[in-house]
């Protein structure tokens, strides 16, 4: 698809504003230490787990008949298989004919646990992988958790019920690695590997390794470029972060959309309104389950999502493709930002 038919394409999506993804945050608590985490997750967070039944008095405010083909919960944290209560979760928006999936470090995820979640209702799945062993339990803080995240991969790989997908974030260490993670990830069975970069905030915010030079994040593209032009078994695709110019519609299924707030909310821990969990929630938070409507705020709220021209400033301002980038992804723009924290385009072009 050409720019100008994707910009009237994403402009009809942002008209439309319907919501497809709901993220809900049911846990800042974290077995693993990541170098690279955005919420600053520990063992024992600061913050109560939400109760199952606050969210559920979120998610029946959306009239059955109004929820679209394809709309899916998200259980993210933290790592959601902490969570003592994960399959009644799982039941409970089975029964309101809701699918669910979730995102997971992959430490606790084996074959028990993958049955009983099969039963709850799962039919999603992503795990981490963040590197070949010793980069991943650099990255990840912890001496085995490449066995454990190697051998969930394997046992979700084999499940044909499930949507799967690896996610793998891409930091200097790990760079030089690539080739032999995908040979990995193809010999687990892995069918989908998406590529992200690392935003810098959180702990990732000062620490060098997190952040590709301009040459290395160049590379990834044209790694990722050369894998979906290969014919392997396993579909390779960079994330939604940012505008990428040329690579825009080669390392993609489709060019760059960033959909927070325009098809995606999130229930935050404290029960704030939000886009997708990683934009800046102090910031850009719409209301509170305990407070608000949550359907209501979404048909009403997030115009600060559905109307970027705000965006135009900083190194945005003059841009030539603002028109196709928007100002990159909104968890680019943090608090008192007075541009996004990183710029794809301008790097690799």
């Known amino acids: ?48 787990d939400m109760p199952l039944d606050d969210f559920l008095r979120a998610v029946d405010t959306i009239p059955a008949g109004h929820r679209p083909e394809g709309f899916s919960v998200v259980l993210t944290g933290g790592e959601p298989l902490l969570r003592p209560d994960i399959t009644e979760i799982g039941k409970a928006l089975m029964k309101r004919n809701m699918p669910w999936g979730m995102v997971s470090n992959g430490y606790f995820y084996d074959r028990a646990a993958q049955d009983r979640l099969l039963l709850a209702g799962m039919s999603a799945l992503t795990i981490s992988l963040d590197g070949l062993e010793e980069s ?20 979700a790989a084999s499940c044909n019920r ?21 040979v990995l990830l193809e010999s687990l069975g892995v069918k989908q590997w998406r590529l992200f970069t690392i935003i810098p905030i959180g702990r990732a915010a000062n620490d060098p390794m997190m952040k590709l030079e301009p040459s290395e994040l160049k590379g990834l ?79 009403s709220g997030f115009s600060r999502f559905r109307d970027r021209s705000w965006a135009r400033k ?30 794809h385009y301008r790097d690799i072009s």
């Open 136 to 155: 991943h339990n650099w990255m990840r803080g912890s001496g085995n958790s490449f066995q454990r995240a190697v051998s969930a991969v394997r046992t």
């Open 221 to 299: 593209m044209d790694f990722i470029e050369g894998c979906r032009g290969s014919g392997r078994p396993m579909a390779v695709t960079f994330s939604c972060e940012g505008y990428l110019g040329r690579y825009d519609n080669t390392v993609r299924r489709n060019r760059f959309f960033c959909r927070a707030g325009i098809n995606i909310a999130s229930v935050l821990i404290d029960g704030r309104i939000c886009a997708c969990p990683n934009v800046d929630r102090d910031t850009f938070s719409e209301g509170s389950v305990y407070t608000d409507n949550f359907y209501e705020v979404w048909n």
């Open 1 to 48: 698809m050409g720019k100008a038919l994707f910009r009237i394409f994403r402009d009809y999506e942002t008209r439309i504003h319907e919501l497809n993804y709901l993220f809900w945050e049911c846990t800042t608590r974290c077995n693993l230490h990541c170098r690279h985490c955005g919420s600053d997750c520990t063992v024992n967070s600061r913050e109560k």
């Open 162 to 182: 499930l949507n799967f997908d690896v996610v793998t974030c891409v930091n200097r260490r790990n760079y030089h690695e690539l080739e032999g993670i995908r």
């Open 314 to 343: 900083g190194i945005c301002a003059g841009c030539r493709e603002f028109r196709n980038c928007l100002g990159g992804g909104m968890h680019n723009w943090h608090a008192a930002s007075e541009g996004p924290l990183t710029c």
